[in-house]
């Protein structure tokens, strides 16, 4: 077998750029010849997986754009992408025979057949501590070859246009922030930050009959959902969601941290076959009553959830302040609420809710509304949104407000 060059590790620095700060690693060869850095975004968690993006030296690409490689846009792509994300590694990989020059007009470096990439690559992520991947991949490129000794959870579409999804960069703006303000606002509140959001036509119907799911948002608005849920650590359903569409309330649109799953359930009637608990990354946490059987606590408990034993409302569900108080002890600032039906009401009318995102698609369904009653109100002032922006978001309207109670 071909032995690929040994690396070692030379140091390490912090860099500045125009996305946000990078921890280097720097590494080369025994005899200096090849050298290769590793741009680390966030922290790598010990057992997750982390995001990656391989990327071949190609000066051609990089610094002249020559050709039609597409390597110095793919570059600045996947740092957009990675910084977008949170947390990630991108391995800047600079191998023997490497073409250089050569590669102007003569198509991506990377997409040559070169099995020392993967030995580089698998050499670095080792040192790195990295197990699982999910690699940041340009559809138009080759895919890249297998990585010795790591996991691949699964890929990611790199994007190499500015936007991840049509929409104002002043929505691109508000995601940014909307950590940041997650994490003041429980500072300040003692608990998450709740944003409640959905997708609905234009008669504000959610679903078309309930256990038969549509799908009413166009995929530009879709992709937009996936980037709410990056930037939320956990986010909400009704056990009536699961029941009927078995969702996995994943982030697979575009590059970004899993939200950790969280299900009311009283009655513990989530199935074994859930996505959820077998599709997701993330512990789902189950929120039940106290009266909820053991037997089927144990029973998910060995399925990987973490059930949460809470007191019951006035209206019959789970407490809502109860529940929210532990997930703050759990680490949620930002708790994104994506329905059903049930869900969205007791929210709206416990007022634990901070913003509302709708996405409003133009189809006409007649089916499950989104409310299914009024919801108490003094002399019908009804929760009215304050503040609020919209945003054309490929065929559909975002809106996104704050709700005034009064
Ligand atoms: N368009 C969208 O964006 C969107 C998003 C999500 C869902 N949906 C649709 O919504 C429909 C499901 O809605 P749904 O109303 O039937 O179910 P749901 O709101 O998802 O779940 C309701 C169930 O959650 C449990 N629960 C526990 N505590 C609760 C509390 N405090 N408040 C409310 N519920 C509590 C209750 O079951 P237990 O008594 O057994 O605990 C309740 O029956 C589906 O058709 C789905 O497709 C649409």
Known sequence: MRQG????????????????????????????HYRY?????????????????????????????AGSCGCGERLEAALAALAQAGAGVL??????????????????????????????????LRDLGVKTVRLLTDPEEPAPPPLPGLAVAGRVPLVREASLFPGSTALHGRLAD?????????????????????AQSLDGS?????????????????????????????????????????????????????PRPVIMDTRLRLPAYARLLREGRRQPVVATSDQ??????????????????LPVGPNGGIHLPALLNRLAELGVTAL?????????????????????VVTVAPILVGGVRVLDGYL????RRFPRLEGVSYYQVGEDLVLWGSPCWS
């Open 5 to 32: 060059p040994e690396i070692l590790r030379h140091g390490e620095t912090r860099l500045g750029s125009p996305w946000g700060e990078w921890r280097v690693v720097h590494y080369a060869d025994r005899g200096l």
């Open 37 to 65: 850095l590793a741009l680390i975004r966030g922290e790598i968690p010990p057992e997750g997986e982390v995001l990656l993006r391989l990327h071949r030296r190609c000066a051609a690409g990089e610094l002249l754009r």
């Open 336 to 356: 994104m609420v994506e329905g059903g039906a049930q869900v969205i009401t007791s929210f709206l009318n416990s007022r634990l809710v901070d913003q509302v």
């Open 206 to 258: 959610i679903a078309a009959r309930p256990g038969h799911p549509l799908a009413i948002s166009g995929p530009a608005s879709q992709t937009f959902t996936h980037a709410l849920r990056a930037v939320h650590n956990a986010i909400l359903v009704g056990i009536g969601t699961v029941l009927a569409d078995n969702p996995a309330l994943t982030v697979r649109l575009v590059p970004g941290p899993h």
């Open 292 to 309: 909820a059987s053991p037997e089927r606590q144990q029973e998910l408990e060995d399925l990987g959830a973490l059930v949460l034993r």
């Open 178 to 198: 909307l950590p940041g303000t997650a994490r003041r606002f429980r500072h300040r509140q003692g608990r998450p930050l709740v944003t409640l959001t959905y």
């Open 376 to 379: 108490p109100a003094a002399e």
């Open 91 to 124: 391995l800047y990989l600079d191998l023997p025979e490497n073409p250089g020059m050569a590669a102007a007009g003569g198509g991506c470096p990377l997409s040559r057949p070169d099995p020392h990439l993967a030995e580089a690559a698998a050499a670095l």
